[in-house]
């Protein structure tokens, strides 16, 4: 009687649990895998929109852009507000005064990345010469070293006076002896003796330093207005550094220098035994006779304070010292030359305070206004935050940008306007095909279904448009225009299907 029973499969509660994870396994992974699905296809179509976004927006702003590059690089290739990279100061023989400056120059200007070329010569002469010949684009020039009165109108122009330049005679006190008169040979002059005017110069040998240092000719100058005649002394015109040995050694009587007295010359001199510095007391009198001179004193103990160097205060006639450049040198190199010189000689020194330079006071030509800027004006404050190269751009071209900014400030009001109609024309574009397929509708040019086919592919279409949602309404008004057009269409073709009602006869 059991024969033709079913065997019903058996179960262990093990394998009904199998089952069932194995079920809800399958439904955890659906789940992720549609998850996944709509994740990465709102990110595609976030990438989408933002590509498209900006597609529009350089589209709209294109126009307006390339016409502010176009005056910017424009403007740029007129004014050149970057400087070149190399710089040649013309400074003077080596070991002077002006040889070390220029070596504090080159390394100052060397930060912001331009190379100084150190070009030496003779002296300040030479040097104003070399700016006239377009040798050198910055050059050290003494007062009085030469006629500048045509300098100016032929575009040299001063970026502010650096330093005094003492006019130092040193001299063997041995070397001095009375005049001479009749029935009287000349005594043996004392070790001490004093050289307190020029002409007691008469008969010395004299070292008045090279042609191109400019001395030669103020010494004539002093010497002629002095009474002494030129061939009342035996002038010779070495270097610094041999006159210095010569007169040490006893082959001159006096050595005429005129430099800063950072000089290793005058320095080594002024601490030499049997050399001394001669002080003359009509040094007023002659500043009066020549504008460019004026007096200056040394203090007591100002070379060596311990050693009471020298032991009483020593008033010299001294020149003021300018570096002086050419107009046809870029704007940006004046301006590096007049922030370093405030930086090597702004502070105190044996004739001056601090402060004193450099000046625009004393200059003999026109001060150009990166100069008269840097000495008497401020900085903007850019320059404290932003490199060289940058802080000099904009204040170079900060005029064309202002303009720039002025300009374009009506013609960004176009932007916005354009912006919205790309947007907008993403949308509009398909209602030119919605209204062909209406005036077929109306006309009955087509078949009702080709026409429900056309709707559904304009449908599909216009769910795939992407725009910002700020111009969604856009889209859903376009969607909303196509169903109604869709339930006309149907109203119509049901309308036209429908049985015709009978007609009552009496």
């Keep these: 009687m059991y024969k033709n029973k079913p065997i019903l499969p058996s179960y262990s509660p093990v394998d009904t649990m199998s089952h069932a994870g194995s ?33 529009d927006m350089l589209a709209s702003a294109g126009p307006v ?29 080596a070991g002077s005064a002006y040889a070390e400056f220029g070596q504090r120059y080159a390394e ?34 003494r007062g009085g070293s030469a006629d500048m009165s045509d300098d ?16 130092w005679l040193f001299y063997r006190p041995a070397a001095l002896h009375p005049k001479a008169t009749a029935g009287h040979t000349p005594a043996t002059p004392p070790a001490d003796a004093r050289l307190t005017s020029l002409t007691q110069l008469r008969g010395l040998r004299v070292n008045i330093d090279q042609p191109g240092s400019g001395v030669p000719d ?6 002629q207005a002095s009474g002494v005649m030129s061939n009342e002394v035996i002038v010779s015109g070495m270097a610094p550094e041999a006159a210095a040995q010569a007169l040490n050694d006893g082959q001159l009587d006096a050595l005429v220098l005129m430099t800063a007295p950072e000089s290793p010359v005058v320095q080594q001199l002024l601490q030499q035994p049997g050399i001394a510095l001669a002080e003359l007391p009509q040094a007023d009198a002659l500043s009066r006779r020549f504008p460019f001179l004026q007096t200056v004193t040394l203090p007591r103990g100002m070379v060596h304070l311990a050693r009471d160097l020298p032991p009483d205060d020593i008033h010299l006639l001294a020149a003021t010292t300018a570096l002086l450049t050419h107009e046809d040198t870029h704007p940006a190199l004046r301006q590096l030359f007049a922030q370093a010189a405030q930086q090597i000689h702004g502070g105190s020194g044996w004739f001056n305070g601090a402060r004193d330079f450099p000046n625009t006071r004393t200059s003999e030509l026109p001060v150009s206004p990166e100069g008269d800027r840097a000495i008497n004006g401020t900085p903007p404050f850019y320059q404290r935050y932003l490199p ?3 802080s000099n751009l904009l204040e170079r071209m900060w005029l064309v940008i202002g303009g720039l900014i002025v300009l374009l400030l009506p013609l960004s009001r176009v932007v916005p306007p354009l912006y919205t109609y790309r947007v907008r024309q993403r949308v509009f574009r398909w209602y030119a095909r919605l209204r062909e397929v209406e005036a077929r509708m109306e006309d009955g040019d087509g078949d009702a279904t080709e026409l429900l086919n056309e709707l559904d592919e304009l449908d599909r279409v216009a769910s795939q448009i992407t725009v910002p949602l700020a111009h969604a309404e856009e889209v859903y008004a376009l969607r909303s225009n196509i169903e109604k057009t869709r339930r006309r269409l149907l109203g119509r073709n049901s309308a036209e299907h429908a049985p015709s009602p009978l007609k009552s006869t009496g």
């Design 388 to 390: 060289f190269w940058a």
């Design 152 to 167: 100016a109108e032929h575009g040299v122009m001063s970026l502010g006076a650096l330093f005094y330049e003492p006019l």
């Design 108 to 141: 100052a200007l060397k930060r912001d990345g331009i190379q100084v070329t150190l070009l030496p010569t003779d002296g300040p002469a030479a040097n104003l010469q070399a700016l006239r010949d377009g040798q050198a684009n910055v050059a050290f020039v």
């Design 218 to 223: 103020l010494m004539s100058r002093l010497l």
């Design 65 to 93: 852009l390339l016409l502010a590059l176009g005056l910017l690089a424009a403007a740029y290739w007129w004014l050149d507000p970057q400087p070149p990279r190399t710089v040649t100061l013309a400074t003077g023989p």
């Design 23 to 55: 079920a809800d396994h399958g439904i955890q992974w659906d789940s992720r895998v549609t998850l996944n699905s709509s994740m990465t296809r709102q990110i595609r179509e976030a990438l989408l929109l933002a590509l498209l976004s900006i597609r």
